[in-house]
């Protein structure tokens, strides 16, 4: 399960955001023999997050744009082999 927090506590914000080098686990994970799926969980904190819905987007959005950089990390890594 993967989630962006500030490294200090479990916090469950979209992935993309937080303390976490993202790229790096990108290619972590396209260069391992995991191909299962991934599951994101995000915690909506209405004083920090604003409107719901918009929320729900944002958390949407970041999580396929962390699967383009892994499968763009995939593919080249194929390019490697």
């Known amino acids: 399960m993967l989630d962006g927090n500030n490294g200090k506590k479990d916090q469950h914000h979209a992935v993309l955001t937080g303390a976490m ?5 990108a290619q972590l994970l396209a260069g391992s023999a995991y191909k299962g799926c991934i599951t994101t969980e995000v915690i909506y904190y209405p004083d920090q997050d604003g409107a719901q819905p918009a929320f729900l987007k ?3 959005v970041a999580a396929q744009n962390f699967e ?12 490697f082999h």
């Open 68 to 79: 383009k950089m892994l499968l763009a990390c995939r593919k080249k890594a194929r390019a």
């Open 21 to 25: 080098d993202w790229d790096r686990l």
């Open 58 to 60: 944002k958390a949407s």
